[in-house]
């Protein structure tokens, strides 16, 4: 019964055959991709930091091959990963001072001027008090590090009326000047909302609303922001609680921006040389990396996780990356 039905089926099975190499398997191809739909991709590019696990050890070489990009599950295509160096260097940094602070952090301003001075001759330098909810340019972006540097003043020790670090840091990202450089703030502050804080946000898991709202921007602008805790002025900045809650504001933002953050408990540091050395290697160890993804219908954040197999090191960078519409 088998024999005959294969027998009864071979003219069917012949002339499907002869159907099929009437087609070239080239033209079978094009038919297929023309009802499968293309899905587009854009460049997008960030700023990486290579950190050694071990800060007494060298930053172990990393290579394109070696970065994963992923998405969720899955993993995007790595297109460029340059070293910012040499004629890829370009480097905007913007100082970044609390007028709330006390005094006293005038002391840290003979390291913060060797600072300012040691970076490469190209890299434009900035400088800028937080006051009123905005930002008071004392020193706009020039390769002139030491006028730079003169620009640094003792705070006023007062934070205005509307004094709140976070819209001040967002006045300034929106003011920044376009060019292809590296966006990096050193941001000098106790963290404390002044404006949104006082008895209805105690707790320590209060923290300023208006983080989230600055790490967006930095994010979708591709600003790199790095804070120092110093101590402020005034009864908030006595209260536990609210040292707290500033504290675990920079470091959010830091965190989500791909920024270094710095404090040593609830006191003043007896030097910030320590944090600015740290600072140096992170500027000296960044990286462009470029990736390609999909865009969506509008613009929007693209959430990443950057990895590599390579051992002693990490890729530090800012959670999201803006990818523009298609």
Known sequence: MRKNYLIKKLPLLLAALTLLGAFPVQAQEKAIAATTPVQT????QMTVTLRALDDNKRVPEVTKEDVVVRQGNKRLQVTGWTPARDGRAGLDLFILIDDAADHSVASQFDDLRSFINSQEPNALVGVGYMRNGTVQIAQN?????EQAAKALRIPFASSGAYGNPYLSVIDLMKR????????QVVMITDGIDRFRGGPKHRGL??????????SQVAQRTGTTIHTIFTRGVGRLANNYWEITNGQNGIAMLSEQTGGESFYLGTQNAVSFKPYLDTLQRTLDNQYLLEFHAAPGTKPAPLYVKLSTEVAGVELNSADSVWVNAK
């Open 205 to 214: 898991s209060n923290i300023s609303p208006d983080v989230d709202s600055a």
């Open 41 to 44: 991709t854009v460049p997008v």
């Open 176 to 183: 920044w000047p376009a060019d292809a450089n590296r966006r």
């Open 141 to 145: 972006f020039t390769t002139d590090h």
